[in-house]
């Protein structure tokens, strides 16, 4: 759905040269891996990665100093996945309690496949259990403009072997169930600071009494699409046979605060969804969550929170109408407050292409390591640099910030080596949106109208030619020595 024009952050300054060749002491400089040594390779490897995030480790690292000082990392045990994602973790958290407005952390879980990997024993059932790999749960904290601040939490699951003949009880009291990843990606955070606002955004997936229960004792703000019709608890506005409602039922029966249009996206799955604009009726009222039968001790014993109606207005005859029931805590009286609400659900997309650029950009499972151990903080480092050139891409997507300079982004040198490929002129005022292009052409994007926008291998090519560019263009603006 469309969202309100509003700021873009609070981070539009010009952005030096040094500021983006120190990505990796930005981002990792503050590892705690037990030797100097170790935090300098990380910070050199994370640097060359920036300048080259596509293609084969080797390809990446073509001076095997630096592949084989990548190698030696990874095989030490104090490089794990969360010392080498810890240093990064605390620049984005920083930049949230920094971020004027709300912050948003979107949660979901993709799978990736290592199932060619005959080494690594250690991985669980993925897909449809034929195929091994790990659930990667990632929780993205961005802005309501979308954009990207960083990674606050990944954790790489390995699904269990479950028993043939565990009961549904056993299964719901397993420490390691599924369902809890949802709490797990959340407790590292913490709660927001006083006066910040910080919100939980999920799918369907995360719809469990258990999380929504903790959300509450921990004083947490979520926004999140429901998937079970739960039971209510009556209340004084409820009499009778009302308190056995569903929560689907009542969430149909409000009336409606407004009307709104919004672009659909297209959906790949089973459906077969085609992108379109579509006009929804919203509606929003005060919800008591009844505490299903079958919880688990220590929960609440209900959950007041507030339910919006999303409904589809006379929806094309060959497509299945748009229908969501979204729940929060956070008061949503007027139509204003139910389509914040909402815009903040449909910001969960960003970590769907996220997880594409996990995939198709940086290639994180086409990694080639034959141990666990030296896998887990590839993976890791591999996701920092993903999350932030998706924030380049997902600027140049944004109607807003697609118009800032681009400079305030990336550093003038690479406005002025690409515009001047691109337009055979320098051009220093290049949009985000222009620099994105460019960059896709550099990559192969043809640059058409009904091309759209480039794609995640696209805008690596390009990021990856520009890298050379631009070492060139340094190279000569270096001052030589002149003999005296």
Known sequence: MDRPVGKVGSHDMDVKPG????FGQKHFGGACLGDARRRKRLVKTAELLMQNPSGSLPQRLKDWADLNGLYRLANCPAASHAAVLEPHRQVTLERMRETAGPVLIVHDSTELDYTGHRTLRKLGPIGKGNRRGYICHNSLAIT???????????????RREVPEGETRQQKREHPDRESRLWLAGCEPTGVAPAGDLWVDVA?????????????????RHYTLRSARDRCLNGGEEEPGEASLRKLHEYAASLARVGEREGQVHGNRGRSKRKARRARVAVGAGPVRLRVPAA???GLEQEVSAWVIDVREIAPPADEEPVRWV????????????????LDWYCCRIVIEEFHRGMKSGSGVEELQFEAEERLEPVIALLSVVTAMLLNLRQLAREETSGRQAART??????????????????REELTVLEFCMALGKLGGHLNRKGDGLPGWRTLWRGWWELQAMVRGAEAIRRPKCVET
Do not use: K, M
């Open 19 to 22: 500021q983006w060749v120190g």
């Open 144 to 158: 309501p403009q979308r954009e990207v601040l960083g990674l606050v939490n990944q954790i790489l699951h390995i």
């Open 203 to 219: 799918d369907r997936g995360s719809d469990t009494f258990e999380f929504l229960s903790y959300e509450h004792q921990h004083g």
């Open 295 to 297: 919880a688990g001790p």
């Open 326 to 341: 979204l729940l929060t805590d956070l008061p949503t009286e007027t139509f204003g407050e139910a389509c914040e609400r």
């Open 409 to 426: 982004v990336v550093p003038l040198l690479y406005v002025q080596v690409l515009s001047g490929w691109r337009y055979r002129e320098v």
